[in-house]
């Protein structure tokens, strides 16, 4: 019996790298375990399977979050297949695609807002009569090393995500009373699809393990990495801690 034996799991972005990372985790940990991913049903069943193979039961929800009434949509399917939730864990993401404010189409502007901030705002807000049943509930955000950084050709990958971070401070204060814990977690480059793509974009390497070596520790961080700060901060080891912003990046900013 894990310590998250009995309490369910939601991982939006579950299908692929960090949210997939902290799916497993979570049901190593003893939770059952759903996951909500856009369009890639192969990965989410790869994600469903690894939970299966922790241990625990696992579940996955087509539903992108960037629509309101999708995640109105899958609030309701948790309530009626499930009439519980414990754990949200919002690690959905896309990137922008590199251009200076000069250059940026407003449909990807507010494309990459609905993911990163409206999103997470409108999930959280249909899933909020759970989490309040719940004696303990957390919510975790993935957010970026990017919020305080803010480098050129980036604006609405960062707006989103200090639109997120100030969702989260804000729900952290509003919802403590519930009982409710609310943290970030703020990695640096991550070894994923998006990290991938990201090294080839910026740095135009190929492959992200030839980043080992000049990365602290001598390797990318890998997605379990992320994982477990996020096990720890839903963990009864953290039942003290909310309104946290844990930066995992080795130390590099
Ligand atoms: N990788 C990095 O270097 C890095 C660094 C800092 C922060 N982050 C953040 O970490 C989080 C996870 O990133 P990752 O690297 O794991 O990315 P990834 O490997 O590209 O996976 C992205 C995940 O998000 C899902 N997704 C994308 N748009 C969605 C939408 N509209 N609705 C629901 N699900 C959606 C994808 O589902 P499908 O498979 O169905 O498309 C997939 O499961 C993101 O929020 C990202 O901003 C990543």
């Not at 990965?43 to 539903?63: D, F, L, M, N, Q």
């Not at 999708?70 to 993401?93: F, I, M, N």
């Given at each position: 019996?894990?310590?998250?034996?009995?309490?369910l799991?939601l991982?939006?972005g579950g299908?692929?790298?960090?949210?997939?990372a902290?799916?497993?985790?979570?049901?190593?940990?003893?939770?059952?375990?759903?996951?909500?991913?856009?369009?890639?049903?192969?990965?989410?069943?790869?994600?469903?399977?690894?939970?299966?193979?922790?241990?625990?039961?696992?579940?996955?929800?087509?539903?992108?979050?960037?629509?309101?009434?999708?995640?109105?949509?899958?609030?309701?399917?948790?309530?009626?297949?499930?009439?519980?939730?414990?754990?949200?864990?919002?690690?959905?993401?896309?990137?922008?695609?590199?251009?200076s404010?000069?250059?940026?189409?407003?449909?990807?502007?507010?494309?990459?807002?609905?993911?990163?901030?409206?999103?997470?705002?409108?999930l959280?807000?249909?899933?909020?009569?759970?989490l309040?049943r719940?004696?303990?509930?957390d919510?975790?955000?993935?957010?970026?090393?990017?919020?305080?950084?803010?480098?050129?050709f980036?604006?609405?990958?960062?707006?989103?995500?200090?639109?997120?971070?100030?969702?989260?401070?804000?729900?952290?204060?509003?919802?403590?009373?519930?009982?409710?814990?609310?943290?970030?977690?703020a990695?640096?480059?991550?070894?994923t699809?998006?990290?991938?793509?990201?090294?080839?974009?910026?740095?135009?390497?190929?492959?992200?393990?030839?980043?080992?070596?000049?990365?602290?520790y001598?390797h990318v961080?890998?997605?379990?990495?992320?994982a477990?700060?996020?096990?720890?901060?839903?963990?009864?080891?953290?039942s003290?801690?909310?309104?946290?912003?844990?930066?995992?990046?080795?130390?590099?900013?």
């Amino acid at each position: 019996m894990g310590s998250l034996s009995g309490r369910l799991a939601l991982v939006t972005g579950g299908s692929r790298g960090i949210g997939r990372a902290v799916a497993v985790a979570l049901a190593e940990d003893g939770a059952e375990v759903a996951v909500a991913y856009r369009r890639d049903d192969d990965a989410a069943a790869k994600t469903v399977a690894a939970i299966e193979a922790a241990g625990s039961r696992g579940h996955a929800y087509r539903a992108s979050v960037d629509d309101l009434d999708a995640c109105r949509d899958l609030a309701a399917r948790v309530e009626a297949e499930h009439g519980r939730l414990d754990v949200l864990v919002h690690s959905a993401g896309i990137a922008s695609r590199g251009h200076s404010v000069a250059d940026t189409d407003p449909a990807e502007l507010t494309r990459v807002l609905g993911v990163h901030a409206l999103g997470p705002h409108h999930l959280t807000q249909a899933l909020l009569p759970l989490l309040r049943r719940a004696e303990r509930s957390d919510v975790v955000f993935v957010s970026s090393v990017i919020t305080g950084i803010y480098p050129p050709f980036s604006g609405p990958y960062a707006m989103g995500k200090a639109a997120m971070e100030a969702l989260a401070h804000t729900l952290a204060k509003e919802e403590r009373g519930h009982g409710m814990h609310v943290n970030i977690v703020a990695p640096g480059l991550v070894d994923t699809d998006m990290g991938q793509r990201l090294v080839r974009a910026t740095l135009g390497v190929d492959d992200i393990r030839r980043q080992d070596a000049a990365s602290p520790y001598g390797h990318v961080c890998s997605p379990e990495e992320v994982a477990d700060v996020v096990r720890f901060l839903v963990s009864d080891a953290a039942s003290y801690v909310t309104d946290q912003r844990v930066v995992v990046d080795g130390g590099t900013f």
